[in-house]
């Protein structure tokens, strides 16, 4: 299996898509200097949070088209992050995949919304896919997906070797319960994405890359502290890169793939599963 350099972006984001939008360019420079295959940048890179109300139909269209160029013009796979895209009268929290030849392969729309905030005005997605490219078969989940390990199953299944994770994951949020903000987080640093990022690579004999959101976002009545923590994880090991902060920069590892066969004739996850 091939030998590949991932970049993971922890961006800093504004609500103002122009600004976001106009420092893209800057990152796929960064990747390509470093000889990086494929880029990841967070969820809802290009606008943060917001609702219907809010939505411009040109957001994706513009974005879409800049990723085409730019993934063709630096010669890299792209995970676009996520955006908030109207399909067929509802609106979704997607992900695209780009790859260097300027082409979409495919999309994944964000199955598990947060209820009391985008679950209100988005339809959440219900399938997961499995892109077979010539550096590895990738899968995407966005941020809460997370949570549930069946998302992740379900791509090792689909014979997933990397699972991409871009998040607009809190540290602090007025989405979060009481209990949560004040009880357990009030002076510490969330624990969930160092355990969850660690167990989703070991338990899906796959690599995990998570591409968090940096800074504070205070825009569309929402004040939310990002985590940041941006990290990669292998089988076997866990998380092994991290930037261990919430401020903007890139992650970026060079990972041999034969890590993940080796991990299917070691734990024989898959295998049992399908038995």
């Known amino acids: ?42 969820e809802l890179f290009l606008t943060g949070p917001l609702n219907k109300e809010k939505y411009n139909p040109n957001i994706p ?9 730019l993934s063709e013009d630096y010669g890299l796979f792209a995970v676009m992050g996520s955006t908030i895209e109207k399909i067929n009268n509802n609106f979704y929290n997607i992900s695209y995949l780009f790859d260097d030849k300027s082409r979409i392969l495919g999309n ?43 998302i992740t199953r379900r791509l090792m299944l689909k014979k997933a070797d990397i699972v991409f994770c871009p998040s ?3 540290a602090k949020s007025p989405s979060y319960e009481w209990v949560y903000n004040n009880k357990y987080f ?16 070991i338990e899906s004999e796959a690599i995990f890359v998570y591409a968090n959101a940096a ?25 092994t890169n991290m930037l261990n902060h919430n401020k903007e920069g890139i992650l970026v590892k060079e990972i041999d793939l034969g890590i993940v066969n080796d991990a299917k004739k070691v734990y024989k996850i898959e295998k ?3 038995d």
Request: aromatic share 10%; net charge positive; glycine share 4%.
């Open 215 to 239: 800074g504070r976002f205070n825009a569309n009545g929402i004040k939310d502290t990002l985590l940041g923590r941006s990290q990669i994880a292998l089988p076997f090991y866990g998380t």
């Open 272 to 274: 049992d599963l399908k």
């Open 1 to 42: 299996m091939p030998t590949i350099k991932i970049c993971a972006v922890q961006l800093q984001i504004s609500p103002d898509f122009d600004k976001n939008i106009s420092r893209l360019e800057q990152f796929f420079k960064k990747a390509n200097k470093n000889d990086c295959d494929i880029i990841c940048f967070p």
């Open 168 to 170: 607009f994951w809190s």
């Open 61 to 69: 269209i513009e974005a879409k088209n800049l990723f085409s160029r």
């Open 108 to 150: 994944y729309k964000k199955n598990h919304l947060v209820q009391k905030s985008e679950a209100k005005y988005l339809k959440a997605g219900s399938d997961v896919s499995v892109f077979k490219t010539k550096i590895g078969n990738i899968g995407i989940q966005i941020c809460r997906d997370l949570l549930y390990p069946e």
């Open 186 to 201: 009030k002076n510490k640093i969330p624990k969930e994405v160092d355990a969850l990022v660690s167990a989703r690579a």
